[in-house]
């Protein structure tokens, strides 16, 4: 059995980032940002010594990377920040599973059949797997925004848009401070789970808490409802004790004032590492005068991905309540 691409892509990618890492000590994330920008721009950056440079143009004529699909380089970068991430301490230095990722692009794909075009915004955009899952799904011409505050995340986001010729525009920033950003069709975001320090800012918002910190992934819910437009989307990857929480009747009434309930979908504990990790997505739509609540929200636990015949029924059932919900 030969190698895969993205195995190839994968393996040439690793080799390069330790290369570039044992020169320059830093994170491996740090040196994988500079490798895709090597395999992107095709050139050699300047402060290198001569032997890392050598080896480095050496790696360089070894790949064509023509030779492979964007899926695949969506594949093997995914690879390579999977296993930087696995070195790496900070929390938000984690990526969305694959398979949730699949999810919410099936997901994005029902709410905007209707749609001729579509403006996607995604506020946590990290290494921007989610948001080019999404794109790879969607069929109609897109404008893709994302924004991430951590200057490593956001450089292999670039990249990784190069690598895989996606247009998206991205905002360095904080995503709870004001965008220069027109209202989009969809938000998509899995959203960071925590405290936001900054009370100041977190004061501009309806679920800021009462006192004390105020909960990072309530404020980005509802910075999402701000930059949606009336009847646009929302969607969501939610730890599951969303809706339990010692803030969540603010939440709750917050939601039901401004969006109609879609669905909440509950991810199979076997993709996240232990049970208090486990995350549900929830699907919002943004009130406008002429929507309306579906008659029934999509509620669904989805299986264990490993079971075949589970998952194929459960996908017949979404596809079948989709069908309902887009005539209504």
């Known amino acids: 059995m ?21 020169q320059r000590h830093e994170p491996y994330l740090d040196s994988l940002a500079t490798t895709m920008e090597i395999l992107f721009m095709q050139e050699i950056p300047e402060n290198q010594d001569d032997i890392t440079s050598h080896k480095l143009q050496q790696s360089i004529t070894e790949l064509d990377l023509t030779d492979f699909s964007k899926e695949d380089v969506r594949k093997a970068t995914q690879l390579a920040m999977l296993k930087g991430m696995k070195d790496s301490t900070q929390q938000q230095h984690l990526m969305t599973p694959e398979t949730v990722a699949l999810l919410v692009a099936y997901f994005a794909e029902k709410v905007m059949l209707a749609n001729e075009k579509v403006r ?24 893709a925004f994302a924004s991430e505050v951590d200057p490593t995340l956001i450089q292999l986001a670039v990249m990784n848009a190069n690598l895989q010729e996606k247009q998206i525009e991205f905002f ?20 960071p789970v925590g405290y936001y320090p900054d009370d100041v800012q977190a004061a501009q918002y309806e679920l800021k808490a009462d006192e004390g910190h105020s909960y990072a992934h309530h404020l980005f819910i509802e910075q999402g409802m701000n930059y949606t437009k009336p009847g646009g989307y929302m969607i969501f ?7 339990d ?16 309930i879609v669905g909440v979908v509950r991810l199979p504990e076997s993709v996240f590492k232990s049970e208090k990790n486990v995350k549900s997505i ?15 929200p999509l509620l669904v636990q ?15 059932q979404m596809n079948n309540w989709f069908q309902t919900y887009n005539k209504e």
């Open 120 to 143: 996607i915004f995604d506020p946590a955009g990290g290494t921007a797997n989610l948001l080019s899952t999404v794109l790879d799904r969607l069929q109609q011409p897109v404008e």
């Open 237 to 243: 990857v939610v730890p599951d004790f969303l809706f």
């Open 2 to 22: 030969g190698k895969s691409n993205v195995e190839l892509l994968y393996e040439w990618l690793d080799q390069t980032t330790n290369l570039i890492q044992q």
């Open 282 to 296: 929830l699907i919002l739509q943004k009130k406008s005068q002429d929507s309306r609540p579906p008659k029934q």
């Open 172 to 191: 360095h920033q904080d995503s709870i401070r004001p965008f220069l950003l027109d209202p989009v069709d969809l938000v998509v975001a899995d959203l």
């Open 245 to 260: 929480s010692d803030q969540s009747d603010k939440l709750h009434r917050y939601i039901q004032e401004y969006a109609h």
């Open 302 to 316: 989805m299986p264990s991905l490993k079971n075949t015949n589970a998952m194929a029924d459960i996908l017949g």
